[in-house]
C-alpha cells in the first residue's frame, strides 16, 4: 500500500507500507510471555500505597506504610516479586535511604514517603526503573544520576513542564534525605 504526500520543490513525497505478519504462530499470550522473559505473576495490590511492575525483568513492588510508621519512623514495608518468580518482603527506614546510592525498592518507599500518587509520580518511578537498564530492584544504583539524566532529557526535549515537574520531585528526594 503506499501514500502520496505533499510534494516539496516539485518532488513528490511517497510512503510505502507493508502489511504487518503474524510471526507468534497464532498465540498472542505466548509471545507476549516469550518476549517477556519472564514466568513470574503480578502481583499489585490497589491497597498499598504504590504499586508498580517491570514488565523486563517481570520484577514487582508493593509500598505499604509499617505497623509501627510514625512521623518520627518513617518505616515502610515492600513485598513484591524478584526477578526469579520469588515473593520478597523488605522493610526499608526511608530516614536511613541515600537516594545516590540505594536499590530501586527503597527509592519506591522514599518516593511514597515524598511523593504524590499521581500518575505522573508513577510515570516518573516507572522511567527511572528503565533508565536503571536491567538493574535488578534489589541491587544498589545512584538513583539520583538517573533522575538527574531524566531532567537534562526533558530540558532537550524542551518539556518545560516534564522538567519542572522532575525538578520537583528530584528537590523532595534530596530535601528529604538532608534533612535526616
Avoid at 1 to 6: F, H, L, Q, R, Y
Avoid at 7 to 15: C, D, E, G, K, L
Avoid at 43 to 48: L, R, T, V, W
Avoid at 141 to 159: E, P, R, S
Wanted: glycine fraction near 8%; charged fraction near 25%; hydrophobic fraction near 30%.
Amino acid at each position: 500500500m503506499s501514500v502520496n504526500g505533499i510534494t516539496v520543490a516539485q518532488y513528490p513525497v511517497r510512503y510505502e507500507t507493508k502489511k504487518a505478519q503474524n510471526n507468534a504462530g497464532g498465540d498472542f499470550g505466548a509471545g507476549v510471555k516469550e518476549m517477556s522473559g519472564s514466568n513470574n505473576v503480578v502481583h499489585i495490590d490497589p491497597d498499598a500505597i504504590f504499586s508498580i511492575h517491570h514488565v523486563k525483568t517481570g520484577e514487582s513492588a508493593n509500598v505499604y506504610r509499617a505497623d509501627d510508621y510514625s512521623k518520627d519512623n518513617p518505616v515502610y514495608l515492600v513485598k513484591g516479586i524478584d526477578k526469579s518468580g520469588n515473593e520478597y518482603e523488605q522493610t526499608v527506614d526511608v530516614s536511613k535511604v541515600n537516594p545516590n546510592r540505594c536499590s530501586y525498592t527503597e527509592m519506591l518507599a522514599l518516593n511514597a514517603h515524598t511523593g504524590d500518587k499521581s500518575n505522573s509520580n508513577f510515570m516518573t518511578m516507572s522511567i527511572l526503573k528503565d533508565k536503571a537498564d536491567g538493574v535488578s530492584y534489589h541491587e544498589k544504583t545512584d538513583c539520583m544520576a538517573m533522575a538527574y539524566g531524566l531532567l537534562n532529557d526533558m530540558k532537550t526535549l524542551g518539556n518545560w513542564d516534564g522538567y519542572l515537574r522532575y525538578g520537583k520531585w528530584i528537590n523532595d528526594m534530596m530535601t528529604f534525605s538532608k534533612n535526616r
